[in-house]
T-cell receptor, first 114, second 114 residues
Framework: AQSVTQPDIHITVSEGASLELRCNYSYGATPYLFWYVQSPGQGLQLLLKYFSGDTLVQGIKGFEAEFKRSQSSFNLRKPSVHWSDAAEYFCAVGSPYSGYALNFGKGTSLLVTP | EAQVTQNPRYLITVTGKKLTVTCSQNMNHEYMSWYRQDPGLGLRQIYYSMNVEVTDKGDVPEGYKVSRKEKRNFPLILESPSPNQTSLYFC?????????????FGPGTRLTVT
């Protein structure tokens, strides 16, 4: 069965600093990986996705993620964080055998300080 | 406009009173799924469907039923709701013909069971 672990429950960064959110997955085949963001009281917004090809993927809002098969990781990065990036971030893995229904990590809450 | 709609958006009910949360998509997607979101637990898969009349259990199916009689609709049924089903529910859809395998999420339904 597929699963996702986000080791960090909370992360605090200063505005303008770089950000890396960790995600480790467990899946037997080539995974379909996603990062979503959720602002308070809002729905889910897709930041980026990976399913094949270049292992460094670019997303919206200046985010990128790198797929590392050897480490079973799909970490999300941003070079310079803005206060508006404060939100909950979810990593997820999907499988074609379950209609790409997703297994999510428990999320990482990002706090941005001035 | 391509979208997934859910109704109702907010619902307060009492223990044991059957309820249905509707989900509808206008993108002719084959795949649909339901999730619940709880603080500290992220989103968890309840049920998914790979086509009309084809449904399967996700990670937390207990206390829920679904049906898929039409391609566009995937209602979630709580036949005897209990307080531990108080949660935020999301419906999603995707297509096997999509090159991005992206899940399109509905806006969410916040359910409170007293």
């Amino acid at each position: 069965a597929q699963s996702v672990t986000q080791p960090d429950i909370h992360i605090t960064v200063s505005e303008g600093a770089s950000l890396e959110l960790r995600c480790n997955y467990s899946y037997g085949a080539t995974p379909y990986l996603f990062w979503y963001v959720q602002s308070p009281g809002q729905g889910l917004q897709l930041l980026l996705k990976y399913f094949s090809g270049d292992t460094l993927v670019q997303g919206i809002k200046g985010f990128e993620a790198e797929f590392k098969r050897s480490q079973s990781s799909f970490n999300l990065r941003k070079p310079s964080v803005h206060w508006s990036d404060a939100a909950e971030y979810f990593c997820a893995v999907g499988s074609p055998y379950s209609g790409y229904a997703l297994n999510f990590g428990k999320g990482t809450s990002l706090l941005v300080t001035p | 406009e391509a979208q997934v709609t859910q109704n109702p958006r907010y619902l307060i009910t009492v223990t044991g009173k059957k309820l249905t949360v509707t989900c509808s998509q206008n993108m002719n997607h084959e795949y649909m799924s339901w999730y619940r979101q709880d603080p500290g637990l992220g989103l968890r898969q309840i049920y998914y469907s790979m086509n009309v009349e084809v449904t399967d259990k996700g990670d937390v199916p207990e206390g829920y039923k679904v049906s898929r009689k039409e391609k566009r609709n995937f209602p979630l049924i709580l036949e005897s709701p209990s307080p531990n089903q108080t949660s935020l529910y999301f419906c999603a859809s995707s297509s096997r013909t999509s090159v991005s395998y992206e899940q399109y999420f509905g806006p969410g339904t916040r359910l409170t069971v007293t």
